[in-house]
């Protein structure tokens, strides 16, 4: 996280925040379920996701889009300053019963500065080296 929030001033279209990489196991999609009430057995049940026609177990959606977002606070340093956040969801996230799990690289850059001291910032979340989120953007208010 930074310890200095980014200044409009000081940004400019094509900056790159710190990217991260997100871990997921099935572990955390249970912790998920319970937190967000989502227990839908194509999060936790392999032979129901495979009956539904899915590889295996996929990760919530909007537990895929919190970590995304993440990138977006982080570098902010403070979430009250994130003002608008969108995602659609393209690809899930499959996440398989073993030790490794799946992973989530997330990157993002300002795409653009906007009146009012904000910045909207682009978004980009892969795993297995495909795009698992679409037009991915916010709008974040700077000083």
């Known amino acids: 996280m ?3 929030a980014p200044k409009y001033d000081e940004v400019e279209v094509g ?10 196991a099935r572990a955390d999609l249970v912790r998920y379920a319970g937190a967000s009430g989502d227990f839908n057995p194509i999060h936790w049940n392999e032979r129901f996701a495979k009956e539904v026609g899915l590889p295996d177990v996929i ?19 403070d979430p009250g300053a994130l003002i608008e956040y969108g995602v659609r ?15 989530i690289a997330l990157s993002a850059k300002v795409a ?3 009146d009012d001291r904000r910045v909207r910032v682009d978004i ?16 974040v208010q700077l000083t």
């Open 2 to 4: 930074t310890t200095t």
């Open 89 to 103: 969801f393209t690809k899930p996230v499959v996440v398989p019963d073993d030790a490794s799990g799946a992973e």
């Open 124 to 139: 980009t979340a892969t795993s297995e080296g495909k795009k698992v989120l679409g037009q991915a953007r916010a709008v």
């Open 15 to 24: 900056t790159e925040l710190p990217g991260r990489t997100v871990s997921v």
């Open 59 to 77: 990760a919530h959606g909007m537990f895929t889009m919190a970590q995304a977002g993440r990138v977006v606070t982080d570098w902010l340093g």
């Open 112 to 114: 653009e500065k906007l």
